[in-house]
């Protein structure tokens, strides 16, 4: 309980017996406040007033054990809308507090509140929080620490003997973020890249004005530390890694995996690792731990610059020079693969895999950077288009009801059924010169019925058009498993036959490879309205995404929950 130091107010029910996991154990009822406020803050030379809560950047952590259930109160203090996103919590029957803005709740108003009921079910680990409404969570972010229901005990890997805080890369921008929003919809092209990475909110001494306050981490020679890395990024994928000292991976989003070692890692937006650090280097050094871009597309905007915080020994001499660490090249595919390929699930007797063998519904959707037409053609886009993104040519429009209250109360006119489980036109998606004709989508809200417990076969095809880029993907109210990941254009006969069904990932969030395909595979037993989009912030606002509606069982605990009384107004 110690490392709950963070906004930690109290419990309002000691103990309960958790409903939600295989077998029973007693769990606890977690309270928290957060206050949206804009606060003052001081980067790249710089001071303006950024989105936080309770006034820190990053945010507070949540410390949790498996199964819990945390309550967060939110108290809206700012001066635009809100709403928070629990990445990575399944939410068992419970997509009223997922958060995502107009698909299971309207916005947390300016002077308004609303309380988040977050039930925790197998998740262990390392996943977090983050602001679900236009571009806020740039600086409304922060780690969800949850242990095994016995505490660190339960680990399944090599005990460490000290747990270090959450390190979260970010992106920060001297420009008010929303407004960097604004320019890139109203212009109708792609928005400034941002002006530095971050690790724990601190830039590094690479930037101007930026050496202090540098994040530091003091370690003790000959010990083992556990470290939660996450990756906040709004629209770049990252490597990380540490100076003259090797990471050995035994988790990620919230599940335990194989131990693999390495010396870099590469997470994309949303992603979240465990990693243990052996403190084995000389203690008269300094080392540094370095952030930058992964990025597929030289041709595509992107940040360049490099991040960087310290890692020292305890009784070291502090005043030397950092050694810095090699990094894989910018657009390195194959650095990218080899640390992909590394990542299985543990698949143990205590942490078994359950991977459907048996598919009732196969979908397959391309993911597309497109365009939409422009009066006069006079936007920023392609020869005077608007930049758009699409799932299966269709770019999502974001209704003024949730989908959620709309689904539950059968009002009509808000979203279509009927998404497609396939593209509408078979191309060659990866093409080096594509079908111009291809590239304009349409705008639409429409959603994805699935019965409940059936299971499903997805395979993400990313696509030439416009842009050839990679993709993350991640799913609300689901981890899911991620079968099968190659180049080129996926390939039903021949492509399934090396999938991984003994011991895939368990994933909230992956990468679709540029000009490649992903494949994932989960049953779809938690029923409710879930957002699925791409995690680059501007795919999404560009359209990337859809809604999966996973229907009622026939089981009173098939069904979704009620919804709380007191649901943020949409008028």
């Not at 590239?439 to 842009?467: C, D, M, P």
């Amino acid at each position: 309980m110690g490392l709950r130091e963070s906004l930690l107010e109290g419990l309002l029910v000691p103990l309960f017996l958790c409903g939600f996991l295989v077998f029973p154990v007693w769990c606890e009822t977690l309270d928290y406040v957060y206050n949206i406020t804009e606060t003052s803050y001081t980067r790249l030379c710089e001071t303006k007033n950024i989105l936080t809560v309770n006034g820190l950047y990053p945010g507070p952590t949540i410390y949790a054990h498996r199964g819990d259930t945390v309550v967060v109160h939110v108290y809206n203090l700012a001066s635009i809308n809100v709403t928070l996103h629990w990445h990575g919590v399944k939410q068992p029957r419970n997509p009223w507090s997922d958060g995502p803005e107009f698909i299971t709740q309207c916005p947390i108003r300016p002077s308004a509140n609303f309380t988040y009921n977050i039930i925790l079910s197998d998740e262990e680990g390392t996943i977090w929080w983050h602001a679900h409404s236009d571009w806020s969570r740039a600086t409304v972010h922060g780690a969800i620490v949850i242990y095994p229901t016995n505490g660190a005990a339960g680990y399944p890997f090599a005990k460490p003997d000290y747990e270090v805080p959450p390190i979260i890369l970010g992106e920060y921008w001297i420009s008010d973020v929303m407004a960097v929003l604004e320019e890139m919809l109203e212009g109708g092209g792609s928005p400034n890249i941002s002006d530095a990475f971050t690790i724990n909110g601190q830039p590094g001494d690479g930037y101007n004005c930026s050496a202090e306050g540098m994040y530091k981490l003091t370690v003790k020679a000959g010990k083992r530390y556990l470290l939660r890395l996450v990756n906040a990024a709004m629209n770049d994928e990252v490597f990380f890694g540490i100076a003259n000292h090797s990471l050995t991976v035994v988790g990620a989003d919230g599940a335990y995996t194989k131990p693999f070692t390495t010396d870099y890692v590469l997470t994309t937006p949303g992603q979240t690792l465990d990693l243990l650090l052996e403190a084995n280097q000389s203690s008269k050094a300094r080392y540094y731990m370095a952030a930058k871009a992964y990025s597929t597309n030289s041709l595509v905007g992107y940040d360049n610059t490099t991040s960087t915080a310290v890692l020292q020994y305890s009784g070291g001499d502090n005043s030397s020079t950092p050694i810095s660490p090699t990094l894989p090249l910018f657009n390195s595919t194959e650095a990218v693969a080899k640390f992909s390929n590394g990542m299985k699930s543990l698949a143990s007797e205590a942490h078994p895999v359950s991977v459907p063998l048996e598919i009732d519904h196969r979908i397959l959707i391309t993911a597309s950077i497109s365009q939409l037409r422009c009066v006069n053609d006079s936007c920023d886009g392609p020869n005077g288009s608007r930049v758009g993104a699409s799932l299966n040519n269709i770019s999502f429009s974001l209704p003024s009801i949730d989908v959620l209250e709309a689904y539950y109360s059968s009002i009509s006119g808000v979203f279509t059924p009927g998404f497609p489980n396939k593209p509408p036109k078979e191309f060659n998606y990866t093409a080096e010169e594509p079908d111009s004709s291809l590239v304009w989508t349409t705008l639409g809200t429409k959603v994805k019925k699935l019965e409940y417990n059936k299971s499903v076969e997805i395979v993400f095809q990313g696509t030439s058009l416009v842009a050839a880029l990679s993709h993350p993907m991640h799913l609300h109210g689901y981890s899911f498993y991620r079968v099968g990941v190659g180049p080129g254009n996926f390939n039903k006969t021949k492509d399934p036959e090396n999938y991984n069904l003994v011991d895939p990932p368990l994933m909230n969030t992956f990468g679709v490879p540029r000009n490649g395909w992903a494949a994932i595979r989960f049953r779809a037993d938690n029923p409710g309205v879930w957002f699925m989009h791409c995690h680059f912030e501007r795919h999404t606002s560009w359209g990337m995404a859809t809604v999966f509606i996973v229907e009622n069982g026939n089981s009173s605990e098939a069904q979704i929950l009620p919804p709380p009384s007191y649901m943020p107004p949409c008028n």
